[in-house]
């Protein structure tokens, strides 16, 4: 694994301030979103490309979106911090926005980091006041998912979206019509390659305390109506779901309302599912059956796991699903390339053990007793912890720092941290 310290990139003195967010990495280059932020508001500043040998920047993106920088918005895809993110070492992926008139115009762009090209995939315009472009999100290589919210008033949810799938090659976009994967709000997990490539992701559309809150108050309640196809009872289906990769697009680009997925675990109204996280093999997930409705079946097995939840996992190569155990209290079991893990914290230390073994790899010794709070974000790679820092004073700001478990020094400390595949940015 290596550590790329950005600290020195990212200028706080300067209005408006400038942050570099790490988006992919070749052998020669990192990849970086040059962020703008002054006390009002925040934009992108473009696709910059840091040279590792020569120690220089240089900015990639080309177009009139440079050029007349006012005029336009940048979206990057979203990228996933816990490493779930897989790089594309050949591709990158941006978009632009701009006004014409009473319209907006969305293009969307590659750039070939082999060639250093730049293509326009497409664009098309919309009425400003009837949609919203909200994000995109590379699904898999060639493929983009993106968003635009038909309700401008309830923006903020993706109840009122329309999803799109973009296929690169073709230069087409397709609406997805199937409502749950629409409003799904859960992660997906590309595993195999080609045609065996599969799709796994979590099902479900509130958080975990939104889900228990409208179960068990009367006073807990949508804050809006719901569309006409979707009814109250659905928000509480959670469950895991796979399917072929190359089927799930073709089904897409055929217009079908109701995708097909086999179902490898499912909750109701009785508790929640949620994706942990995955290993090189095994990708882990949590199945909670709330404590109303253990008690409610009152059996000796079904009494014993209250408080707790089970942890399952899936072998990425053979689809087996495999019951570990029952995890009691706030115990946090959290995953890297090589296991998954839970984090103990204690009065000095804090404990890191192997979640299948129970074997203890790793003890922290907390250096801020007193004067501020240490919580284990992430154990990459078995090699380096990243710890976040909470100041205990009133005025309470976040740090993040790198130790080298090997040595037990401390790296550097930086504002955030961003983990991509087998790379570790602090800036």
């Given at each position: 694994m290596q550590v790329f310290n950005l600290t020195s990139l990212n200028t706080s003195q300067e209005v408006p301030r400038s942050m570099y967010k790490p988006i992919n990495i070749t052998d020669e280059c990192i990849y970086l979103e040059k962020i703008l932020i002054t006390l009002d508001d925040t934009w992108s500043n473009g696709i910059w490309a840091y040279n590792l040998a020569m120690n220089k920047m240089h900015r990639i993106d080309q177009g009139q979106h440079v050029e007349y920088a006012d005029l336009y918005d940048i979206d990057t895809p979203t990228m996933h911090w816990n490493g779930t993110?897989?790089?594309d070492p050949d591709f990158m992926y941006f978009a632009t926005i701009t006004e014409?008139?009473?319209e907006d115009y969305i293009e969307f762009y590659e750039i070939d980091l082999i060639s250093g090209t730049q293509k326009n995939i497409l664009g098309f315009k919309f009425d400003k006041?009837?949609?919203l472009y909200k994000n995109m999100e590379v699904l898999a290589t060639g493929y983009i998912l993106f968003r635009l919210s038909y309700d401008m008033e309830l923006s903020e949810t993706d109840f009122f979206d329309v999803l799109?799938?973009?296929?690169?090659k073709e230069r087409k976009y397709y609406e997805i019509m199937d409502e749950e994967f629409k409003i799904n709000y859960g992660q997906r997990i590309i595993i195999g390659e080609g045609e065996e490539a599969k799709?796994?992701?979590d099902q479900y559309f509130l958080s975990e305390e939104e889900q228990y809150d409208m179960l068990t108050s009367e006073d807990i309640e949508l804050i809006f109506d719901l569309p006409e196809n979707i009814e109250e009872n659905m928000l509480h289906k959670n469950a895991i779901k796979m399917t072929n990769l190359k089927d799930f697009i073709d089904e897409i680009k055929s217009g079908k309302e109701e995708l097909t997925f086999e179902i490898i675990d499912e909750?109701?109204?009785e508790g929640s599912i949620r994706i942990i996280g995955e290993t090189a093999e095994n990708i882990y997930y949590k199945k909670k059956y709330y404590d109303f409705a253990l008690r409610e079946k009152g059996d000796f097995l079904s009494l014993r796991q209250i408080g707790s939840y089970q942890v399952h996992k899936i072998n990425k190569k053979t689809l087996e699903k495999t019951f570990i155990r029952n995890v009691h209290g706030?115990?946090?079991v959290k995953t890297n390339l090589n296991r998954a893990y839970t984090v103990t914290p204690q009065n000095k230390v804090i404990k890191i053990q192997d979640f299948d073994t129970d074997e203890t790899i790793y003890t922290y010794k907390k250096r801020y007793i007193g004067k501020a709070q240490?919580?284990?974000i992430e154990f990459a790679n078995d090699e380096y912890l990243v710890i976040g820092l909470e100041s205990t004073e009133s005025l309470k700001t976040m740090r993040y720092m790198i130790v080298d478990a090997f040595t037990d020094e401390i790296i550097i400390i930086g504002s955030d941290v961003l983990l991509l595949q087998d790379y570790l940015f602090i800036v």
């Amino acid at each position: 694994m290596q550590v790329f310290n950005l600290t020195s990139l990212n200028t706080s003195q300067e209005v408006p301030r400038s942050m570099y967010k790490p988006i992919n990495i070749t052998d020669e280059c990192i990849y970086l979103e040059k962020i703008l932020i002054t006390l009002d508001d925040t934009w992108s500043n473009g696709i910059w490309a840091y040279n590792l040998a020569m120690n220089k920047m240089h900015r990639i993106d080309q177009g009139q979106h440079v050029e007349y920088a006012d005029l336009y918005d940048i979206d990057t895809p979203t990228m996933h911090w816990n490493g779930t993110t897989k790089l594309d070492p050949d591709f990158m992926y941006f978009a632009t926005i701009t006004e014409l008139k009473d319209e907006d115009y969305i293009e969307f762009y590659e750039i070939d980091l082999i060639s250093g090209t730049q293509k326009n995939i497409l664009g098309f315009k919309f009425d400003k006041d009837s949609l919203l472009y909200k994000n995109m999100e590379v699904l898999a290589t060639g493929y983009i998912l993106f968003r635009l919210s038909y309700d401008m008033e309830l923006s903020e949810t993706d109840f009122f979206d329309v999803l799109y799938l973009i296929d690169v090659k073709e230069r087409k976009y397709y609406e997805i019509m199937d409502e749950e994967f629409k409003i799904n709000y859960g992660q997906r997990i590309i595993i195999g390659e080609g045609e065996e490539a599969k799709i796994v992701f979590d099902q479900y559309f509130l958080s975990e305390e939104e889900q228990y809150d409208m179960l068990t108050s009367e006073d807990i309640e949508l804050i809006f109506d719901l569309p006409e196809n979707i009814e109250e009872n659905m928000l509480h289906k959670n469950a895991i779901k796979m399917t072929n990769l190359k089927d799930f697009i073709d089904e897409i680009k055929s217009g079908k309302e109701e995708l097909t997925f086999e179902i490898i675990d499912e909750i109701e109204e009785e508790g929640s599912i949620r994706i942990i996280g995955e290993t090189a093999e095994n990708i882990y997930y949590k199945k909670k059956y709330y404590d109303f409705a253990l008690r409610e079946k009152g059996d000796f097995l079904s009494l014993r796991q209250i408080g707790s939840y089970q942890v399952h996992k899936i072998n990425k190569k053979t689809l087996e699903k495999t019951f570990i155990r029952n995890v009691h209290g706030d115990i946090e079991v959290k995953t890297n390339l090589n296991r998954a893990y839970t984090v103990t914290p204690q009065n000095k230390v804090i404990k890191i053990q192997d979640f299948d073994t129970d074997e203890t790899i790793y003890t922290y010794k907390k250096r801020y007793i007193g004067k501020a709070q240490e919580e284990v974000i992430e154990f990459a790679n078995d090699e380096y912890l990243v710890i976040g820092l909470e100041s205990t004073e009133s005025l309470k700001t976040m740090r993040y720092m790198i130790v080298d478990a090997f040595t037990d020094e401390i790296i550097i400390i930086g504002s955030d941290v961003l983990l991509l595949q087998d790379y570790l940015f602090i800036v």
